[in-house]
Each structure stands twice: as structure tokens, then as C-alpha cells.
């Protein structure tokens, strides 16, 4: 099984005065937005070959496609290998609960279901790590037709980052991280307080999940 912390800021909001009439500064815009996108009531994700949704306050499906192949022995003890096809893992995370399945694209998976272990993480919970560093940091500033920002290590962020975020009707719905990356990571942020519910399989087969005794 494939194992998959949830920060959200405390917003304080600062202004600037221009003309007598209170302006945001950019830092406090973008800080507003995030906040506002990482207590959203639910939102849809997509990262590279990952599709993600999310219900508050712990409800996440997660969706990863890529590549794998069969293998198959014959009755002269040879292996064959069949050619690569389409795979999809749906991850579903409920209160304490992890259910898992996989198989070809397009065919309902078989799940099993374990209890979470302490510290796991998935995609939602790392976008709202982000998004809460971003309403709690200092570092901000506009750049372009969007905002630069710079957050520290901790809580759901596994190292500092740096990148930029535009914002659309009040909420973020783009992250470009630069890590040190050739090719900075996307993240879309979509369906904001619109996404569908996520819900637990109709069917999963209990199953025991081995845990890292340090999470």
C-alpha cells in the first residue's frame, strides 16, 4: 500500500493608505487570499498526473495516473512482461481511515482500507501547508500580473520554498513552485466552495497498514 498536516494561518492583515482611501498592500492581498482558499469549505487540485479533491475538514480523494505493466510466468518457468498500460491509484482519505485502490484506467479499482498512520500526507494537505505559510509570512511582494513569496521549513512544508501565486475572485488559483527546479511544479487551484463530496468506496477489504514507527 502507498501511504500518502494541515496548517491553515491565523490571517493579521495590514493596509496602506493612498489618497486617504485604505489600500491593500500586495503582501496583504495575497496573504488574505490564502487564507481565504485554505479555509475554503472544499476545492479541486491538479498537479502533474494528480487530481485532487478535497472536503474540510479531512475528507481528500486522490487521484494518480501513470504507467505499469504484468508480468506473467509460463509453465516452462519463463517470465513474460505484457506492454505498459494506463494506471490509476485512487487514495481516499476519511477522519482516520485510508482506503486504496489500483488498477487499469477507467475500471473501478478494488479498495482496501486501513487505519491512517500518524503523520501521513497527501496533496490536499500539503496545498494547505502551503497556503497557510503563505498567510503567515512576511516575505511577500508583487511581481508581474501575480505575487512572489518566500516560506520557511515547517508543519506540512518539508523545506523552504519559493514561487509565485496569482489570485482569482479573492482566492489563490495558482501556486508555481522553485524549489531549485529546472521546471517549476503547477499547482491549479479550481472549484473553490463548489467541489463534488468526497465519500468512502462502497466496498473495501480491511487491511493492515505498516507503519514508520517515526511518523
Same mark, same amino acid.
Given at each position: 500500500?502507498?501511504?500518502?498536516?494541515?496548517?491553515?494561518?491565523?490571517?493579521?492583515?495590514?493596509?496602506?493608505?493612498?489618497?486617504?482611501?485604505?489600500?491593500?498592500?500586495?503582501?496583504?492581498?495575497?496573504?488574505?487570499?490564502?487564507?481565504?482558499? $485554505?479555509?475554503?469549505? %472544499?476545492?479541486?487540485?491538479?498537479?502533474?498526473?494528480?487530481?485532487?479533491?478535497?472536503?474540510?475538514?479531512?475528507?481528500?480523494?486522490?487521484?494518480?495516473?501513470?504507467?505499469?505493466?504484468?508480468?506473467?510466468?509460463?509453465?516452462?518457468?519463463?517470465?513474460?512482461?505484457?506492454?505498459?498500460?494506463?494506471?490509476?491509484?485512487?487514495?481516499?482519505?476519511?477522519?482516520?481511515?485510508?482506503?486504496?485502490?489500483?488498477?487499469?484506467?477507467?475500471?473501478?479499482?478494488?479498495?482496501?482500507?486501513?487505519?491512517?498512520?500518524?503523520?501521513?500526507?497527501?496533496?490536499?494537505?500539503?496545498?494547505?501547508?502551503?497556503?497557510?505559510?503563505?498567510?503567515?509570512?512576511?516575505?511577500?511582494?508583487?511581481?508581474?500580473?501575480?505575487?512572489?513569496?518566500?516560506?520557511?521549513?515547517?508543519?506540512?512544508?518539508?523545506?523552504?520554498?519559493?514561487?509565485?501565486?496569482?489570485?482569482?475572485?479573492?482566492?489563490?488559483?495558482?501556486?508555481?513552485?522553485?524549489?531549485?527546479?529546472?521546471?517549476?511544479?503547477?499547482?491549479?487551484?479550481? %472549484?473553490?466552495?463548489?467541489?463534488?463530496?468526497?465519500? $468512502?468506496?462502497?466496498?473495501?477489504?480491511?487491511?493492515?497498514?505498516?507503519?514508520?514507527?517515526?511518523?
Amino acid at each position: 500500500m502507498k501511504r500518502g498536516v494541515l496548517a491553515v494561518g491565523i490571517l493579521g492583515v495590514s493596509w496602506s493608505c493612498a489618497s486617504g482611501n485604505q489600500v491593500r498592500s500586495p503582501a496583504a492581498t495575497l496573504q488574505a487570499a490564502a487564507a481565504a482558499t $485554505a479555509h475554503a469549505k %472544499s476545492f479541486t487540485v491538479l498537479l502533474e498526473g494528480v487530481e485532487v479533491t478535497y472536503q474540510a475538514p479531512d475528507r481528500v480523494e486522490q487521484v494518480e495516473h501513470g504507467q505499469a505493466s504484468a508480468a506473467a510466468s509460463s509453465s516452462g518457468g519463463t517470465v513474460s512482461t505484457s506492454g505498459a498500460y494506463a494506471e490509476t491509484i485512487t487514495k481516499v482519505f476519511i477522519d482516520g481511515h485510508y482506503y486504496e485502490g489500483d488498477g487499469r484506467a477507467g475500471q473501478t479499482p478494488a479498495f482496501s482500507v486501513s487505519q491512517r498512520c500518524t503523520g501521513d500526507m497527501n496533496a490536499a494537505e500539503y496545498v494547505l501547508g502551503i497556503l497557510g505559510a503563505i498567510a503567515r509570512s512576511g516575505d511577500l511582494h508583487a511581481s508581474g500580473g501575480g505575487y512572489a513569496f518566500r516560506i520557511p521549513k515547517g508543519g506540512a512544508v518539508p523545506f523552504p520554498l519559493s514561487g509565485t501565486a496569482t489570485i482569482a475572485s479573492g482566492y489563490v488559483n495558482t501556486i508555481n513552485l522553485n524549489p531549485g527546479a529546472s521546471t517549476p511544479p503547477a499547482i491549479t487551484i479550481a %472549484s473553490i466552495n463548489a467541489a463534488p463530496p468526497v465519500t $468512502a468506496p462502497p466496498s473495501a477489504t480491511p487491511s493492515t497498514m505498516s507503519c514508520n514507527s517515526n511518523s
